[in-house]
C-alpha cells in the first residue's frame, strides 16, 4: 500500500508570495492533518481535516489555510509568506479522526519551504 | 494538559553500545504514548507505540520503549546500536482536542553513532 505522499518536496518563494502543499493520504484513510516544523519551535500542529471539515486548529495565524476534497487529499495554503515561514511541512493521515480514536497517525515526506 | 519532556537533545554512542533516549510525560489522562523516527530530510516514522496493556512495548529495528507510570516515562532503548540507527527521535503523547494537536510532540533527541 502506498505510504503518505507530498508534493512538491522542494519549494523556494520570495516574501509576500503565496503557496500550496499537497497531501495524499494511505488509501482508506480520512483523516489528514499537518504540521511546521522547524529547528526553534520543533513540531507544532496546524490543523485537522476529516470528511472535508477542518475538526482541530493549532495556533497559526489565518495566513495559513487548508481544504480536503472528497477523496480524502488535503492542501493547505499559505498567503502573504514571511521569512519565518521557512519550514518542514508534515502532513500525517490516519483512518479515523485524530482527536476522537487512537489510530496510528502516518507522515509523509514533508514540503521544505524557503522563503527569501 | 498534556506535554512531553526528552532529556537531552544530542545523545552518543559507539557502535554496538547500548541506546537509551528519556522520555518523560505529563497526562491527566491515561496516556498514549509514541516514539517516530526522522532520518535526514525524511518525515518521521513510527517505532512504537503504547496505548493499554503490556508495558514493554517492542518496536521496529529492535528498538523497545518502557512504560513506567510511577515515574511517568517512556524511555526508548536499543540493546546494541548500529549505524543505521543515527537520526533523530521524537517521544510524543497523544491529546485529545484543543489547538495543540492531536500528537504533542517533545523537542527531540539526535542520535549520532561512532564506528
Known amino acids: 500500500k502506498a505510504g503518505v505522499t507530498q508534493t512538491p518536496r522542494y519549494l523556494i518563494k520570495t516574501r509576500g508570495q503565496q503557496v500550496t502543499l499537497s497531501c495524499s493520504p494511505i488509501?482508506?484513510?480520512?483523516?489528514v492533518s499537518w504540521y511546521q516544523q522547524t529547528p526553534g519551535q520543533g513540531l507544532q500542529f496546524l490543523f485537522e481535516y476529516f470528511s472535508e471539515t477542518q475538526r482541530n486548529k493549532g495556533n497559526f495565524p489565518g495566513r495559513f489555510s487548508g481544504r480536503q476534497f472528497s477523496n480524502s487529499r488535503s492542501e493547505m495554503n499559505v498567503s502573504t509568506l514571511e521569512l519565518g515561514d521557512s519550514a518542514l511541512y508534515l502532513c500525517?493521515?490516519?483512518?479515523?479522526?485524530?482527536?476522537?480514536?487512537?489510530?496510528?497517525?502516518?507522515f509523509g515526506p514533508g514540503t521544505r519551504l524557503t522563503v527569501l | 494538559a498534556q506535554s512531553v519532556t526528552q532529556l537531552g537533545s544530542h545523545v552518543s554512542v559507539s557502535e554496538g553500545a547500548l541506546v537509551l533516549l528519556r522520555c518523560n510525560y505529563s497526562?491527566?489522562?491515561?496516556?498514549?504514548l509514541f516514539w517516530y523516527v526522522q532520518y535526514p530530510n525524511q518525515g518521521l516514522q513510527l517505532l512504537l507505540k503504547?496505548?493499554?496493556?503490556?508495558?514493554l512495548v517492542k518496536g521496529i529495528n529492535g528498538f523497545e520503549a518502557e512504560f513506567k507510570k510511577s515515574e511517568t516515562s517512556f524511555h526508548l532503548t536499543k540493546p546494541s546500536a548500529h549505524m543505521s540507527d543515527a537520526a533523530e527521535y521524537f517521544c510524543a503523547v497523544r491529546n485529545y482536542g484543543g489547538s495543540q494537536g492531536n500528537l504533542i510532540f517533545g523537542k527531540g533527541t539526535k542520535l549520532s553513532v561512532k564506528p
Open positions: 497526562s491527566s489522562v491515561p496516556p498514549y
Open positions: 488509501s482508506g484513510h480520512r483523516s
Open positions: 500525517a493521515s490516519s483512518i479515523g479522526q485524530a482527536t476522537l480514536n487512537t489510530d496510528t497517525q502516518y
Open positions: 503504547y496505548t493499554t496493556g503490556a508495558t
